[in-house]
């Protein structure tokens, strides 16, 4: 099968639908099919095509959130390029930009179209919004996601139950909707992958002596994360023991901000602000981590806490749809409602080494349903039915339009 991926996020480009789209593209491929990607290039202007990796770049501008870019929606030049490919089918990861391209393109070779929605852009409308016309934005961005996914995707794949109750419930979703929860290379992550040489080097650079117990966050250092949450309850867990820390990996737009609350409360080394980290290094910092913590709602799955997993660290994670199918309460890690009952279950796992090691086993064991074999062979599924349906399409249409001609005549 011939593919194309279509997303605005890509490597070197770091977030959870880069990952997503370059482990997609990578298992694919070792299923025997070929991959094109087509994203955004860091250039304004010029284009970037590289032929060995079939990888192809468009000119895009800021967008003024993170560093992502906004592409041409019709890059002319490149058109017959794209078309050379002969693609069998579209897969698009993103409802703008690169993604309205996938759609004309689609449109215009007549190719079926398959979306998966990642991201819930009503959590994110602040950034362009500044809390002015937040009710209006969410309602355009409501419509502009239902037009997108219902009227033109053929086929549309969800990671979890929450976006496909988002979609059927409030969206009212007519089409079908595939929940394939996104998968990782989950190899990268195992124990016996990770060089202990590596682990206690990033020890020294942290300064992270043996009797330290880490609490480990990975992301976006931004408001919709909530990591104001794990902040202020970290000045009630080392209060009642004071080895306990808390790793911070990622930047954003509010990391001077967690800086200076942790400073306020007095917490100094307690919280460790590391920045952003290579993707090649990630896996490192999950094993000098005992625990991961996560407060934030907007995920659509939390890939974070598979990697953790795989990692054979516990999750500790707030009651959110994202997460569940992945994390079971007191089976491979806990769920908490509020800070009282987070403060209660880090320390928990801090003083029993017998439950925690149990929770870190069944995480490790649950982590392996997240393979990005498993994940591309769901998704092929999917790009069949797609292909198929859009064949009796054709053959209804061109049935429709001899039976008008015979009539016309």
Request: with cysteine; glycine share 4%; hydrophobic share 35%.
């Amino acid at each position: 099968m011939r593919i194309g991926l279509f997303t605005d996020s890509y490597p070197p480009y770091i977030n959870g639908v880069s990952t997503s789209v370059a482990m997609l593209k990578k298992a694919l491929e070792k299923q025997g099919h070929v991959v094109y990607v087509v994203t955004v290039s860091n250039h304004a202007l010029k284009y970037e095509y590289n032929e060995k990796e079939r990888i192809l770049k468009i000119p895009g501008i800021p967008i003024g959130i993170y560093d992502y870019r906004l592409s041409r929606i019709y890059p002319v030049s490149m058109i017959n390029k794209m078309r050379n490919w002969k693609l069998d089918i579209i897969h698009s990861h993103t409802e703008f930009g690169i993604g309205i391209l996938a759609r004309i393109f689609a449109k215009q070779f007549n190719l079926p179209l398959v979306h998966t929605y990642h991201t819930l852009y009503e959590d994110y409308t602040h950034y362009i919004t500044h809390g002015y016309f937040d009710k209006s934005s969410k309602k355009i961005v409501e419509y502009l996601t239902k037009f997108y996914c219902d009227k033109t995707a053929n086929e549309l794949i969800v990671p979890t139950n929450k976006i496909y109750k988002l979609f059927k419930d409030k969206y009212e979703f007519t089409k079908n909707i595939h929940i394939i929860p996104t998968g990782i290379e989950v190899e990268r992550f195992f124990e016996e992958n990770i060089d202990k040489k590596d682990v206690e080097l990033l020890r020294k650079k942290l300064n992270i002596k043996k009797k330290d117990f880490i609490i480990l966050f990975v992301g976006r250092l931004a408001e919709e994360k909530n990591v104001t949450f794990l902040i202020n309850a970290h000045k009630k867990i080392v209060e009642q023991n004071k080895n306990i820390r808390l790793l911070i990996v990622g930047d954003g737009p509010d990391r001077e901000k967690y800086e200076k609350l942790a400073k306020s409360l007095d917490l100094g080394d307690m919280v460790i602000f590391n920045g952003k980290a290579a993707w090649e290094e990630i896996p490192i910092y999950y094993h000098v981590s005992n625990i991961f913590a996560t407060a934030s709602k907007s995920e659509t799955q939390g890939l974070t806490v598979i990697e953790a997993m795989a990692s054979g660290i516990t999750p500790i994670c707030i009651k959110d749809e994202s997460f569940q199918g992945t994390v079971t309460d007191e089976l491979n890690g806990r769920i908490f409602e509020n800070e009282e009952q987070y403060v209660k279950q880090v320390l928990e796992l801090v003083n029993d080494n017998n439950l925690r090691t149990r929770y870190n086993s069944q995480a490790r064991i649950q982590a392996e349903h997240f393979s990005s074999k498993a994940y591309a062979s769901s998704v092929v599924e999917v790009y069949n039915r797609a292909i198929k349906d859009k064949q009796a399409e054709y053959r209804f249409g061109f049935l429709s339009k001899i039976i008008k001609k015979i009539k016309g005549e």
